[in-house]
């Protein structure tokens, strides 16, 4: 269920220190106040960046070439220090953002951390941040595909909320320990309540798709696009891949 956001006068001088300007005219799931944030992206990333890396392209390519295009989604899956920390923070300076990635062909919503050790109030802050700078930058005219991140069992009734159903979901497979047999189990009943509730049509994986659970998902017809991390990329280049450039 949704409900529709209340607007009110903001005392003069204020500042709005908490961004709520991004969820101006959104949609809420009642609850847990997540900010629906709708997937207006069209077609599936022939290629995915990482942020850092999109900020380095920029930097070369902006004064050479204002109009500079790159043909791929830029993702935030990797350690949250690189896109939250002093000066480069996503949260505080999302303009910064939104001027790189006009200049790429979409994005995944950032991966703020939601770890089984965090305490409940930032799991459920960074999934409304997620949601929230999601829904701003779609409606800022960035195609925009949610990442969808889940903990343990207590993290369920609120983690998937703000997701469209039937929609196209990213997922990154680096950091989940999947990789470890002990982490399976949590990983695999965690993704399948995911696919439950949301019934995704599509799912980008960041990482490797080599697992029963993906193949187990593509015999129920979801359809799993898997693209390499950023170390196995590099790896591939050096022998001799593809390379993202600006045209």
Known sequence: MIQNSNESDIRKGCVDVWNAYMVKGADFVLGSDIPICPCTAIDIPRELISYVNAKHIHEINRKKDPDYHVDAFVHFYYDDYKFEGPRVSVWLYPDKVLEILRHFSGVITVDFS??????????????????????????????????????????????????????????????????????????????????????????????????????????????????????????????????????
């Open 114 to 247: 939601t770890n089984a050790d965090f305490p409940d109030p930032i799991k459920r802050y960074n999934t409304y941040r997620m949601r929230a700078l999601g829904r701003w930058l779609g409606v800022n005219g960035i195609p925009v595909i949610n990442n969808v991140r889940w903990g343990t069992e207590e993290t369920w009734g609120y983690c998937f909320d703000g997701i469209p159903y039937n929609s196209i979901v990213a997922i990154g497979t680096v950091a989940s320990e999947i990789d470890e047999i002990v982490n399976r189990p949590d990983f695999d009943t965690g993704l399948f309540k995911m696919v439950d509730l949301l019934r995704p049509h599509t799912i980008i994986i960041y990482g490797s798709a080599n697992y029963d659970c993906f193949r187990a998902l593509k015999d129920m017809g979801i359809k799993i696009v898997e693209f390499p991390s950023d170390m196995n990329k590099a790896f591939m280049e050096r022998k001799g891949g593809a390379h993202v450039k600006a045209k």
